[in-house]
């Protein structure tokens, strides 16, 4: 995920997610609650729960993110996409 970047809030009716941080620092939003995490973390993210992933820093993100089920027709956005908006899931 390119520094500076953004994806928007969101949820899965179904899906859980699992994110695993590889390199640099991902900074999440799940049920409005904001926290950092580094290399060699994970985020649990459950059904329902709205979330978002950024990179603030100046650096890119390197994250591996399994859904299950497959979330790609899951996904209800909570906010309009933006210039500055991108889904990881779609690459």
């Known amino acids: 995920m390119p ?3 953004k994806e928007i809030l ?3 009716k179904k899906s859980v997610q699992f994110f695993y941080i590889l390199a640099g ?3 999440f939003e799940i049920e409005a ?3 950092k995490a580094g ?4 985020s649990f993210i459950k059904p329902g729960e709205q979330h978002k992933i950024s990179n603030n820093s ?3 993100l390197e994250f591996i993110v399994v859904s299950s089920p ?3 027709s899951d996904r209800i956005d909570l906010q309009e996409a933006g ?3 991108r889904n990881p899931e779609e690459g």
Not at 39 to 42: E, F, K, M, R, S
């Open 33 to 35: 609650e904001i926290f």
């Open 25 to 27: 620092e991902a900074t």
């Open 10 to 12: 969101h949820y899965h």
């Open 3 to 5: 520094a500076g970047s």
């Open 39 to 42: 290399a060699n973390t994970g």
């Open 58 to 60: 100046d650096k890119d």
């Open 70 to 72: 497959p979330s790609h």
């Open 83 to 85: 210039s500055e908006t």
